[in-house]
């Protein structure tokens, strides 16, 4: 059997869990991390367009993909 080892952010957040195990506290942490990504993505997009590696064209390309065969 294969061992799972943690790398420190998941420690982290696991000892963080030990304090708060209320549903409510799950919503808000995982509200928290959406907004984390989703401006982290966003900023990362920005780049990709400002250096004209992402353009309109690109966009509707990856539109009509069937992402699920990838």
């Known amino acids: 059997m294969e061992t799972t080892r943690f790398n420190p952010i998941q420690i982290h957040l696991l000892k963080m869990f030990e304090y708060d195990q209320s549903d409510t506290g799950l919503k808000e942490l995982k509200n928290v991390l959406y907004q984390y990504y989703s401006k982290r993505m966003d900023q990362e997009l920005d780049k990709l ?18 992402l699920h065969k990838l």
Request: charged content about 40%.
């Open 49 to 66: 367009w400002d250096n004209g590696q992402l353009d309109q064209k690109k966009l509707d390309e990856i539109s009509n993909m069937d």
